[in-house]
């Protein structure tokens, strides 16, 4: 079992625990009684191991994810020290980036207080620098990321209850902004940023 499903199966044992202590103590007068302690070791235990867990499934996900760019860079380094074969001796000619000229614009995001979502799963603006100011009131810490086929190009400050704000210049096309710290992303905190 991995550290993401030991995670899982003891979040829900804990809430499982809670939801039967709760009913027992609205139907039982003497409860817990002489079961308090048991009962209280029984929520520490589940509760110090879905933290434990909980960490754990976070640094295998920061594991893999460096493996991945790990893996990334390697294929890179070998297709450029790869020969290329052309007919001419003449390099060809380099595609010109799109230029991240226009006026731009100032966009507004919000975290959920209480769910791991933006109130918004996509955005529009146009070409230029491009601001999210992002507001979370959550006390759960988060971000907003601004990439491009998995590569960042721009990152606000993580905070919890507070606001911060990401610029970039950014030409034509798709983006993705979401929320970097490790699960929340996979979680449902991204979305579409099309720059017209």
Sequence with gaps: MSNGDLFYVCGGALAVCAVLVSFAGLRIKSFPGRAAPLVALGFITLIGA??????????DEEEAKAAEFS????????EESSPVETESKEAPAAKPKPAAKGPGGT???AASPSALAFDATSLTSKAGKVTIDFNNPAALEHNVAIEQNGKQIAVSETLAEGKTSVSAEL???TYTFLCT?????EAGMQGVLTVQ
């Design 171 to 173: 030409a034509t096309g």
């Design 181 to 185: 710290v490790p699960g929340h992303a």
């Design 107 to 109: 966009l507004q995001l």
């Design 50 to 59: 879905t933290a434990t867990f909980a960490m754990l499934h976070a640094q």
């Design 71 to 78: 893996k990334a860079n390697e294929e890179i380094t070998e």
